[in-house]
Each structure stands twice: as C-alpha cells, then as structure tokens.
C-alpha cells in the first residue's frame, strides 16, 4: 500500500494530526496496536474529557527546552478547539480554572476526531488499520532529481501486521509510557533511537507521591480525607506551587496538588505543605488560647478537617491539653507545623497511575513549527516529545497544538499548501 503520511498512534494527537492532513489533501494511513481508538481520550476526566485549558499558555508546560511549545500553541489555540467542538454541537462546560469539559462523555470527543478524519478534502483520506502494529521501519533516500529543484523526498517503507505500508513521512503518535494497561509502549522512543536522536530522560508525571510505611504510619488513618491546600517544592527556576486539594491515601497522597508537584518533584527531595492555606493558624491559635477551655485538637478541628486536627495533635504530648494549658511554644511549634509540614516521598505510584510521561523526544532535534525531526520525514507529536502540561486540559492542548504543526507541516512537505 502506498500513502502520503502513515501516522502511528490513534490517540488524541494522531487522529488530529489525520483529520488535518486529510482536509488538506493528503492520503494517511492511521495505524495502532490497540483495537480501541482513543482509549486515552476515554477514560480520562472521569469519563467526560478535559479536553483543553481555556487559559492554556506555554507557562503550564514543562520541557527541558521551554520554548520550544511555544509556536504551536500559538497557531492553535483553546480557542480553535472550543470553536471546533462548537461546530460539532458537543455540550461542554467549565468546571474549575478554565478546565472543559464534555456535559456527556468522553465519546463525543472521539466521534468528533472520527468525523474529522471522513471530511477528507479532494484527493485527500483517511484509513485507519486497528489493530496493527509496526514491526520495523526502513528509509530509504531519494538522489536529487537533474530536472528538478525542489527536494527529493525520501521514502519510508512499515512492515505491519497487515503488509507492507511506503509513504513519503512517518508521524509518531503513539504517546509515553503513562497507564500501560491500555496499552502504552515505549515504541516512540525506539523509533528516535533508530534514527539516532536524543531523547530526554523519561519518569512518571501527574501521579500519586508514596512514602515509607513506618513513617506515614500517623497518617495512613486519614485514607480518603481530602481538602484545600497550598503545596510546593524545588526553588527558583525548579519551583512548583500549587494550591488545590489534597488527597490522603493508604500508601501517601493524591489529589491534584500532588498530581501537579509530582511533576516538578526529583527523588530525594522535600515537599511542602500548608495544610491551612486560607487560615492566620498562629492568630487563632492564640485567640483559643486565651478565650478557650476546648481541648486543643477540638479547637483546630474548627479549622481543619477534625480528622487532620485529631491525627495532629495525637503526635506531642504538649497537644493534648486544654487550650489554656498550651504553652505559647507548644501552639508556635503546632502553627509552623500545619503550614510548613515537609516531607520526602519515598517514590511515586509509576506509570500504572501516572496520567502522563515526563520527558521523551528531546525538542533540540524537532522543528517548533513542523515538528519535523532531524531525520526527514519523520515526525514526533503529543505526549512522546519532551513537553507536557499541567494537570486541567494542557495535555490535551499540546496534543492538538502539535498535530495541527505537524499536518501543516506535512501538507508543506507534499506541496500541499
């Protein structure tokens, strides 16, 4: 079979980058290993799909070259989506800072990126082979042509479950290493390899912190207990700070402030929490102790979840009195620790609960308007380049954002635009 574009990888980027490149008149072949389309697309936001951030900027991104998101984001934008979900009627609304979200399922986001992919435009389709999978690439390039001064374009040759696939440009969809059991694979990376360029180091992002069991012993009790705080670690340029709520789990913490410093955070080192992001701890505290003849952990469980406060004050003796009869010192240490509480995460739950993968296709060897790699015709987009997004509709954006680069990149290459 012969196409223009083979794309590998059904996923939110791939079937994108396919609807695009097809509405520009190019032939693609859509191939994946997994017999389901967008199992991503799916399951995420509880079923309904955060499908973009409404205040997206390449500020919620993360990449050892920052830039490089840039000027895809700005070619498209939240906006461009919303507008094409809009022209495809699926209800959607904002549940929290800019965050959309389907009204019903995550199907409509799928049946939209499938209806994208039939529009195809004159001379140009969309076939799509699942499941499949590609067992090995070859490039094979093309001598400049006497009579012509325009670029040769080499040619690729897949063989696939289902034969051999040749086509003038390869794009790698396939995503991270993120939720394997729907089928993540390291097969991006290995394509990069192949064709000798740098990869950044992969690690688990948007996941769940554990911690050693002796030491979150005080804490495991509070399994299930969530609420609003103010969580950060590294410094300077490494710094991530977020305020939004925290999960307590058996094995450590959850929720999104921990998703979202997951991201920032390197083995070994600390976190920090406030626990009473919203309160003045040290001025109540102090009211209590003058006006109050409640237990300790009875007056801060007016404050914090009593749980939280029950679990606290059970850690020092000097806690465990009547608000009278706490020492000034005793209330300064209790304050510090609720708004200053650090500790080290042992590890993370990995990639089996990590909604996305940190680091991947080093962007010092792709094209910030293509996405085009250093090997002709070979391009890398979504989740297996060296970008990722904040936890609320970013990944999804760079997911779009890269696709359409690439389509239009493609389309350029073909002389199609």
Not at 115 to 123: F, R
Not at 184 to 191: L, S, W
Not at 344 to 352: L, R
């Amino acid at each position: 079979m012969n196409v223009d574009v083979v794309i590998v990888g059904a996923g939110a980027a791939g079937l994108f980058c396919a609807g695009v490149a097809g509405q520009l008149g190019l032939k693609v072949l859509v191939l994946d290993h997994a017999p389901k389309v967008a199992e991503k697309i799916r399951i995420s936001g509880g079923g309904r799909c955060n499908f973009t951030n409404r205040d997206a900027t390449p500020a919620q991104y993360l990449s050892a070259n920052p830039h490089f998101c840039r000027s895809a984001l700005s070619r498209y934008t939240p906006q461009d989506f919303i507008a094409l979900v809009q022209r495809h009627g699926v209800p959607f609304h904002e549940k929290h800072k800019g965050q959309l979200f389907c009204d019903r399922s995550a199907e409509d986001i799928i049946e939209l990126l499938l209806k994208e992919c039939a529009a195809g435009a004159a001379g140009g389709s969309v076939t799509r082979w699942q499941p499949c999978a590609v067992k090995n690439i070859r490039y094979h390039d093309s001598p400049a042509s006497a009579e012509s001064a325009a670029p040769s374009l080499g040619r690729y040759e897949l063989d696939t479950d289902q034969g051999v696939v040749s086509c003038h440009s390869v794009v790698v969809a396939s995503g991270g290493l993120s939720i394997p059991k729907i089928g993540a694979t390291d097969f991006g990376y290995r394509v990069a390899r192949q064709f000798d360029l740098r990869l950044v180091e992969q690690r688990p992002g948007l996941v769940p912190l554990t911690f050693d069991g002796a030491a979150w012993a005080p804490y495991a009790q509070l399994a299930g207990l969530a609420l609003p705080v103010a969580m950060e670690t590294g410094s300077k340029k490494t710094k991530g700070l977020f305020l939004e709520d925290l999960l307590f789990t058996h094995r450590g913490l959850s929720g999104p402030a921990v998703l979202q410093i997951s991201s920032y955070w390197q083995a070994g080192s600390p976190i920090r929490i406030n626990l009473a992001p919203d309160q003045d701890l040290p001025a109540l505290l102090a009211r209590a102790k003058a006006t109050s003849r409640k237990l300790l952990g009875n007056e801060l469980g007016q404050h914090v979840p009593s749980r939280l406060a029950d679990a606290w004050v059970q850690q020092d003796a000097a806690w465990q009195r009547p608000c009278t009869d706490v020492t000034d010192k005793a209330l300064t240490s209790l304050a510090e620790r609720l708004s200053r509480w650090e500790l080290v995460p042992t590890g993370t739950e990995g990639y089996k609960k990590a909604e996305v993968t940190l680091g991947g296709v080093d962007t010092r060897d792709l094209s910030q308007q293509t996405m085009e790699s250093r090997q002709p015709g070979l391009f890398f987009i979504g989740e297996v380049v060296d970008v990722t997004g904040w936890l609320g509709g970013y990944n999804f954006q760079w997911a779009w954002a890269s696709a359409h680069a690439c389509a239009q990149g493609l389309a350029a290459r073909q002389g199609k635009l």
